[in-house]
C-alpha cells in the first residue's frame, strides 16, 4: 500500500465503469420522489382492509 503503483480497488472498479469526470450539467434539476413506507397516507394510522366483491375486483372495505 505504500508503493507509488498502488491503486486502491475502489479507484480500480470506478474507472472501469465510467465514474463522472469533467462533465458539465445541462438544463435545471429534476425533482425526484422516492417511495418510503415513512409516509402517511390515512390521518387515522390505519391499514386499509379489502375484500372481494362479486365481481372478483377488490374493494376496500
Known amino acids: 500500500?505504500?508503493?507509488?503503483?498502488?491503486?486502491?480497488?475502489?479507484?480500480?472498479?470506478a474507472e472501469r465503469l465510467?465514474?463522472?469526470g469533467d462533465e458539465i450539467?445541462?438544463?435545471g434539476q429534476w425533482t425526484v420522489r422516492i417511495p418510503t413506507d415513512l409516509v402517511r397516507l390515512r390521518?387515522?394510522?390505519r391499514l386499509p382492509r379489502w375484500v372481494q366483491?362479486?365481481?372478483?375486483?377488490?374493494?376496500?372495505a
Open 53 to 60: 366483491n362479486a365481481d372478483g375486483d377488490w374493494v376496500e
Open 25 to 27: 450539467p445541462q438544463g
Open 18 to 20: 465510467d465514474r463522472p
Open 1 to 13: 500500500m505504500s508503493s507509488p503503483l498502488y491503486l486502491p480497488i475502489a479507484d480500480e472498479i
Open 43 to 45: 390521518p387515522d394510522d
